[in-house]
T-cell receptor, first 115, second 115 residues
Framework: ETGVTQTPRHLVMGMTNKKSLKCEQH?????MYWYKQSAKKPLELMFV???????ENNSVPSRFSPECPNSSHLFLHLHTLQPEDSALYLC??????????????FGNGTRLTVT | AQSVTQLGSHVSVSEGALVLLRCNYS??????LFWYVQYPNQGLQLLLK??????LVKGINGFEAEFKKSETSFHLTKPSAHMSDAAEYFC?????????????FGKGTKLSVIP
């Protein structure tokens, strides 16, 4: 398998559920990202991990909890979500360095619906 | 802070016609600029990237973009639209802070191609 793979592709969960999104990259990258894509809004960066260490957390509510056990895997643990959290969650990976050397490679996303 | 404005949330062109998608940015320093494309039910894919090497940047699928510093613009063009170009297009600008992993995206322009 190549590229960035996200599972599941679709997820429906109740507000009291706990679930996890998984992302795996096979590109040899060392930075991984979670983005939220909502209708009619720009992509929102949620978290960034660089060599398994979190480097950015853009004021994301604590009901979203990221985990990066190694440079190839990234998880987003979800609990007690709200209906407004329904969105497409995109994982991306890249090399380190400045943006001249860095390009984001995205997975196909997980479509999350909170009921 | 950086910002990106994409004029027109929806653009329709006839097959074979010129494609022009507009992007204006604001940045306190010379930025890196990107165009990404998103096909239905997929993640984002890089079309092209400006890194100051050349003001006219050629990308995949026949697309190109021209960096105009005086106009703070980075418009995306393609001489002849194909049906397969129907997708959503996102312009993005890099964060000016050293070491930042933030990429600011526009709200996107959905391109429809009429046969």
């Amino acid at each position: 398998e190549t590229g960035v793979t996200q599972t599941p592709r679709h997820l429906v969960m109740g507000m009291t559920n706990k679930k996890s999104l998984k992302c795996e990259q096979h590109l040899g990258h060392n930075a991984m990202y979670w983005y939220k894509q909502s209708a009619k809004k720009p992509l929102e960066l949620m978290f960034v991990y660089n060599f398994k260490e979190q480097t950015e957390n853009n004021s994301v509510p604590s009901r979203f909890s990221p985990e990066c056990p190694n440079s190839s895997h990234l998880f987003l643990h979800l609990h007690t979500l709200q209906p407004e959290d329904s969105a497409l969650y995109l994982c991306a990976s890249s090399l380190r360095g400045d943006w001249g050397e860095r390009t984001l490679h995205f997975g196909n996303g997980t479509r999350l619906t909170v009921t | 802070a950086q910002s990106v404005t994409q004029l027109g949330s929806h653009v329709s062109v006839s097959e074979g016609a010129l494609v022009l998608l507009r992007c204006n940015y604001s940045s306190s320093v010379p930025p890196y600029l990107f165009w990404y494309v998103q096909y239905p039910n997929q993640g984002l894919q890089l079309l092209l990237k400006y890194t100051s090497a050349a003001t006219l940047v050629k990308g995949i699928n026949g697309f190109e973009a021209e960096f105009k510093k005086s106009e703070t613009s980075f418009h995306l063009t393609k001489p002849s639209a194909h049906m397969s170009d129907a997708a959503e297009y996102f312009c993005a600008v890099s964060d000016s802070r050293a070491g930042s992993y933030q990429l600011t995206f526009g709200k996107g322009t959905k391109l429809s191609v009429i046969p």
